[in-house]
């Protein structure tokens, strides 16, 4: 059975910093991702890596300011947040791809497999 644990999401101060884990089990997943919803909004692709850790990308809005990283052997990856912004404020979610693809991640919703629960993570002034 395929799941994908979510942790670590809160409530902080702008400025701060929060570290979210996902913990993913039940196969072998290629990318990995990270979306967010703000509430009212779509989701939101946010950054995704792969299983080498070679590739990765981010969406713009976080480029300088978001890390993601995975540890395969922990089958976990992670999205270190630094210099949040109220404008982080979301639901978090973890997603995995198990499509090998040679050139480029997915970026869309629609590409990814699996997703976890979600994790909030509320920013305030």
């Known amino acids: 059975q395929v799941q994908l644990v979510e942790s670590g999401g809160g409530l902080v101060q702008a400025g701060d910093s929060l570290r979210l884990s996902c913990a993913a089990s039940g196969r072998t997943f290629y990318a990995l991702a990270w979306f967010r919803q703000a509430p009212g909004k779509e989701r939101e692709f946010v950054a995704a890596?792969?299983?080498?850790?070679?590739?990765?990308d981010y969406a713009d809005s976080v480029k300088g300011r978001f890390t993601i990283s995975r540890d395969n052997a922990k089958n976990t990856v992670y999205l270190q947040m630094n210099s949040l912004k109220p404008e982080d404020t979301a639901d978090y979610y973890c997603?995995?791809?198990?499509?090998?693809?040679?050139?480029?991640?997915?970026?869309?919703?629609?590409?990814?497999?699996?997703w976890g629960q979600g994790t909030q993570v509320t920013v305030s002034l």
């Open positions: 997603a995995a791809d198990r499509k090998l693809r040679l050139a480029t991640l997915a970026t869309k919703r629609y590409e990814y497999d699996y």
């Open positions: 890596i792969s299983r080498s850790g070679g590739n990765i």
